[in-house]
């Protein structure tokens, strides 16, 4: 089959490789009909993420018909159509009965690095490194879902297109999590740093739970202008207003109640801290993260407000201001998305019609063109937004 992979730093290829196989009686084999590329994939595009291997196959975000099933899977059938979760989650550990899939305890054969750089390890992630289980990924014509009774959502209508229920793999949930994990109350006015995808579907999903005002922070107008028109947001361009004085004026110099980091490691420096932060992070292991947003919601958010943290960072930050989290009481609340959680709930909003996710796809290229769709959307060119790819 067909697969993109990784081999380095900005040098993605789609190459022939051997089609998937079942390992375990409970795996199935997905036949993607389309997949997506993450902001968290350009972390490793842009080579921040360790234990990655040449030829890996990447990609989390996908979904398909099922063709091949073991023989303990119960629940899902040859040939039923089924976005999958980028968490692989075995349904039956201690988080799991939490609800907590991204943390599950059985999914990553791998654990003990991941022990080694956080003391725990979460889950395992499809096409996300070794470090996180070595999973084959999405972005590719077949797929290997473990745990197949589990994951994958089973979508029987065909009333709902691919681009209208493929981000329930990932993105929408996310969004989603960092949005409610705000405990937004009414009249809150919640503030988004990043208008990539998450960040439109953390806007969108503030507004679902009952903030009053969002606003939305970025320097592409372009996702500026979709975070305004599509969600209803005000906007700051961060390139043209300092945002910590923008945002007091906006809020009656109290501040945003509910912040979202919806950045991460990569965020673009344009404080005093920037030259700081290139340095140490270009050393690697001195500082693998540029926590830039972070710092800027924890000093902006009103004093008892939440930080709301769906951006991924990896490793060690510095100069967070821990003394404006404590003295301000503030809560943060972070995480790599329970998709599971909130797969079925949100596809009910999509059915309502409360929301078609669709509006963020900017780009549809095949699966043969990841290597310009990389590019594509690392650089933000042709104002590329979301780019879905078809095997
Ligand atoms: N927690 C999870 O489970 C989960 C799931 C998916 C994605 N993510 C993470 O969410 C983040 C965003 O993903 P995405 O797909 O939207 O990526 P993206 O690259 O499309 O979007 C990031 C946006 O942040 C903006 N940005 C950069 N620096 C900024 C700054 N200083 N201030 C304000 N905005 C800034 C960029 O201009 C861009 O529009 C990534 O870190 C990704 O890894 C996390
Ligand atoms: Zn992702
Ligand atoms: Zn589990």
Redesign the pocket.
């Known amino acids: 089959m067909k697969a993109t992979c990784w081999y380095g730093k900005h040098d993605v290829r789609v190459e022939r490789v051997p089609d998937p196989r079942l390992i375990n009686e409970g795996d199935a084999i997905v036949r993607v009909t389309a997949t997506a590329i ?3 994939d ?2 490793l595009y842009d080579g921040f993420v360790p234990a990655m291997m040449k030829g890996d196959i990447l990609g989390h975000e996908f979904m398909g018909e099922v063709v091949e099933v073991g023989p303990a899977v119960r629940k899902l059938k040859v040939g039923d159509r089924v976005v999958v979760p ?1 968490p692989i989650a075995c349904g039956v550990c201690f988080f799991c009965e939490k609800q907590l899939y ?1 943390l599950c305890e059985n999914s990553n054969p791998n654990a003990w690095m991941a022990e080694k750089m956080w003391g725990h390890s979460p889950c395992g992630i499809y096409g996300y490194s070794h470090l996180l289980g070595g999973f084959a990924g999405g972005q590719a014509e077949y797929v290997r879902v473990p745990f197949a009774d589990v994951g994958p959502l089973r979508i029987p209508e065909n009333g709902l297109s691919d681009e209208q229920v493929l981000f329930l793999s ?2 929408f949930p ?1 969004g989603y ?2 949005a409610e994990q705000c405990d937004i109350e009414p009249g809150d006015t919640v503030a988004v ?8 579907f953390a806007i969108a999903s503030a507004f679902l739970l009952g903030a009053e005002r969002v606003i939305a ?4 107008p372009e ?1 500026l202008r979709l975070a305004a028109s599509h969600s209803g947001a005000e906007t700051l361009n ?1 390139e043209e207003t300092e ?1 910590y004085e923008a945002l007091m004026a906006l809020t009656g110099g109290l501040g945003p109640d509910r912040c979202i980091d ?9 404080d005093g801290l920037h030259a700081y932060d290139r340095v140490k992070q270009a050393m690697m292991m001195m500082e693998n993260d540029r926590p ?2 972070l710092r ?1 919601a924890i000093m902006a958010c009103r004093k008892g407000g939440t930080v709301s943290v ?3 960072y990896g490793g060690f930050v510095d100069k967070l201001p821990m003394g404006a989290l404590v003295n301000k009481a503030l809560t943060i609340k ?4 329970h ?1 599971h959680r909130y797969m079925q709930p949100l596809l009910e909003h999509i059915r309502n019609g409360e929301i078609d996710p669709g509006f963020i796809v900017t780009h549809r290229m095949a699966l043969d063109e990841a290597p310009e769709a990389y590019r594509l ?1 690392r650089d ?1 060119r042709e104002e590329c ?2 780019v879905v790819l078809r095997p």
């Open positions: 993450c902001g968290s350009l972390h980028f991204s990932d993105i996310t999590m960092a740093w990043g208008c990539g995808p998450v960040g439109q922070i970025d320097r592409f996702r961060y945002v919806a950045v991460g490691l990569e965020a673009h420096a344009h830039i947003v800027e769906p951006g991924v972070t995480g790599q998305t998709v959307f933000k937004i979301k």
